[in-house]
Structures are given as C-alpha cells and as structure tokens.
C-alpha cells in the first residue's frame, strides 16, 4: 500500500499558465515533505521542502502548500516554462528528514 | 564540488547472475542512500549507509546488499539477478543524512 501517492500520472499545461502537482499521503506521521524534479537519464534535483510546522514555503516560481488534515499536499509552479517539462516526485518523511518515501511520479509537460 | 557519482551508468546481465554497482558520494557527505525506480513506483528506499554502518534498509529481498567505506563511496550487491530487478538505481548523499538528498544520474541495470 502506497504512504505516498500522486494520482496524476501525467499533466499538460501551456507556457505561462499554473502547473500544480498534487500529493496524497497515509501516514499522519510524516513531518517533512520535498518535491523534487526529474529530467530524463538525470537524477532528482531537488526542488522545494516544507515541514509540518509550516502550511505554505516559497521559492521564487514554485510554492508548496501543505494541508495537513486533509494529508495533502500540491506544488504550485508559476509561470509554467517549457524547461519545467519534467517528472516530479513528492517526498515524505516520519524523522524530519530520514526515511523518505517517494509518490509515482507526476510527468509535467509545458507546452510552448 | 563534485556531484554523486555513479558507475557504470549502464550495465546488461543476465538471469542468475550477481552485480555490484558503486556509488562516490559529495565530499564531505557521510549519508548515502540507494533507491529503486522502476515504472510507476517511483523510487523504493533500499538501504542507508552511514559512518560504514547501514542505519535503515527498506523491504527488500537479502538478495540486495551494501556497504560503505571509510571516505563514504557505497556499493550495492544484487545477488542471483532476476527479471524483475530491471530497473534504474539512485544513489544519494547527504551530510548527517538529514534533510534533502543529492542523487547522482542513477545505473540502469538491464536483466535478459
């Protein structure tokens, strides 16, 4: 069974316009959440943390909202940009940082 | 700084055999983590690595194994390979093993 699930396999949007990518998780324990991006034949970059502490972090086009009685949590990126044309992964930990568990994936493609 | 490096970034083998894959983490960096992607699972935590001693492992088969030296670089060993353990492994750094982790370009393993 999945902790962490992103239930939108794929995601289109047009340059310019709000990507948000969303995430579901199980645990009520986890306390730490990343985001990280994906291009193909590269690792994950990291993108954007948040801990349970907060409910909204910013980081120049991308902000993380964390909602955590509803257990979810959505990337925002905007304005969208055809370089942002990758797989996002949600991340979530119970240890502030140690055993992270990852969602799927969620491919985002820009369309220019 | 040099980045998490990875090596081989490709590897073919067949059913029954055994690899090692090796992993040179950040200098500095104490902490490192293997995962497994495979299509629509995202990355599965396979163990971590820190100070030469795995501090957490994941709900993996013995079949997989690691160990760490003492300047940090990290192999994984898959034993008696199956079709089923095709699939790109990550590797990744962190300093204390808190927080976001570095990854490195990950090894496709291919199982004929």
């Known amino acids: 069974d999945q902790q962490v699930k992103q239930n939108s396999p794929s995601l289109s949007v047009q340059e310019g316009r709000i990507s948000i990518l969303n995430c579901d998780y199980t645990?009520?324990?986890?306390?730490?959440f990343l985001w990280y991006k994906k291009y193909p034949a590269e690792g994950p970059t990291f993108l954007i943390s948040?801990?349970?502490?907060?409910d909204k972090n910013e980081d120049g086009r991308f902000t993380v909202f964390l909602n955590k009685s509803a257990k979810h949590l959505s990337l925002h990126i905007v304005p969208s940009q055809p370089g942002d044309s990758a797989v996002y992964f949600c991340a979530a930990s119970d240890n502030y940082g140690q055993n992270f568990v990852f969602g799927p994936g969620t491919r985002l493609s820009v369309l220019p | 700084k040099a980045g998490v490096t990875q090596t081989p970034r490709y590897l073919i083998k067949t059913r029954g055999q055994q690899v090692t894959l090796s992993c040179s983490p950040i200098s500095g960096h104490r902490s490192v983590s293997w995962y497994q992607q495979t299509p629509g699972q995202g990355l599965q935590f396979l163990f971590e690595?820190?100070?030469?001693?795995?501090?957490n492992k994941g709900n993996f088969p013995g079949r997989f194994s690691g160990r760490q030296f003492s300047n940090s670089r990290s192999e994984m060993n898959v034993s008696t390979l199956e079709l089923g353990d095709s699939a790109l492994y990550l590797c990744?750094?962190?300093?204390?093993?808190?927080?976001?982790?570095?990854f490195g370009d990950g090894t496709r393993l291919s199982i004929l």
């Open positions: 990744a750094s962190t300093e204390g093993g808190d927080g976001p982790q570095h």
């Open positions: 948040i801990s349970s502490i907060k």
């Open positions: 690595y820190f100070s030469e001693t795995q501090r």
């Open positions: 645990n009520s324990m986890f306390d730490y």
